[in-house]
C-alpha cells in the first residue's frame, strides 16, 4: 500500500512543524512534523518517515512510515513500512508489517466490524 492508494491528501502537517492537542478530520492527512495529541480521520492517516504522533490514531486506513506512540484503530487497514515504529495496541481487520519495523504491543484483528473512532479503549470487552 502507498499514500496513492488511501487517496488524495486533505491536510498537511510538514516537517518542521509541532502540533499539540487533538486532530479531527473527514479527509486524508499526512504527518512529517510532530504531534502531541489523538490523530482521527474519517478516511486515512499517512505517518511520514519524518513524523511523530503521541496519542492515539484512528482512520479507515492508515500508513506509518515514521513513528506513533500510542494506540491504532485501522477500520479496514494498517500498514507499517520498513522504517516505522510503533508502540501501542492495534485494533484492525488488515494488518501489514514490513521486515525491520519496530512494534510493542497487542494486535487484535477479530472479524467484528470496525469504526473508526476518537479513542481507543484498550479495555473494551471482547466478543
Do not use: W, Y
Not at 51 to 60: D, E, L, M, P, Y
Not at 93 to 115: Q, T, Y
Amino acid at each position: 500500500m502507498s499514500s496513492e492508494k488511501i487517496g488524495s491528501v486533505d491536510t498537511i502537517l510538514g516537517a518542521g512543524s509541532d502540533f499539540k492537542g487533538q486532530i479531527i478530520a473527514k479527509g486524508t492527512i499526512r504527518i512529517d512534523g510532530r504531534v502531541e495529541g489523538n490523530v482521527s480521520s474519517e478516511e486515512g492517516i499517512i505517518i511520514g518517515e519524518k513524523g511523530t504522533v503521541k496519542g492515539n490514531v484512528s482512520a479507515k486506513t492508515v500508513l506509518i512510515t515514521g513513528k506513533v506512540n500510542g494506540n491504532v484503530n485501522a477500520a479496514k487497514r494498517l500498514e507499517i513500512m520498513p522504517v516505522g515504529q510503533l508502540q501501542g495496541d492495534i485494533r484492525t481487520p488488515r494488518l501489514a508489517i514490513a521486515e525491520g519495523v519496530i512494534f510493542k504491543g497487542n494486535c487484535d484483528m477479530g472479524f467484528e466490524k470496525f469504526e473508526p473512532e476518537l479513542k481507543f479503549d484498550p479495555n473494551r470487552p471482547r466478543k
